[in-house]
């Protein structure tokens, strides 16, 4: 059983940053494929980024490429999501999962990803 939790939203400006991280419970953190999604109200739940166990596939969706990095700390079990030129539209609640297979065909889909956290907000004003 792993547990997820989210730290580091807020408020900040549009133009502004934003460090994200989530913690796992559990001694297999190092072995999880790892993802970070949002959610706003009456949108899908959206993928953002993932990464692999040892950091060797790393995936952005369009809308943050460029202006998101994502990371992880394995003996730490922390991963990280860094948020710079924040927009209005990157504002919603964001979500750390974690998949049940190392390697999942399709890392952009939620159903890859048995385990979530329980979120943390990001509000990006203009």
């Known amino acids: ?17 934003l ?5 796992a ?3 297999t953190f190092s072995t999880l494929h790892m993802a970070w999604f949002r959610q706003i109200p009456g ?7 993932s990464i692999a166990w040892n950091r060797g596939a790393i995936y952005y969706t369009d809308s943050v490429r460029g202006r998101f ?12 999501l860094q948020m710079n030129s924040l927009k209005p539209e990157d504002t919603a609640v964001y979500l750390c999962a974690a998949a049940t297979s190392r390697g999942p065909p ?3 889909r939620p159903v ?10 990001v509000t990006v004003s203009s």
């Open 25 to 27: 419970s559990g001694p």
């Open 19 to 23: 460090r994200l991280s989530c913690t």
């Open 69 to 80: 990095t994502i990371s992880r700390d394995n003996a730490k079990d922390v991963m990280y």
């Open 43 to 49: 949108k899908e739940r959206e993928f953002v980024a």
């Open 106 to 108: 399709y890392p952009f």
């Open 1 to 17: 059983q792993v547990q997820l939790v989210e730290s580091g939203g807020g408020l900040v400006q549009s133009g502004g940053s």
């Open 112 to 121: 890859e990803y048995g385990y979530w956290g329980q979120g943390t907000q």
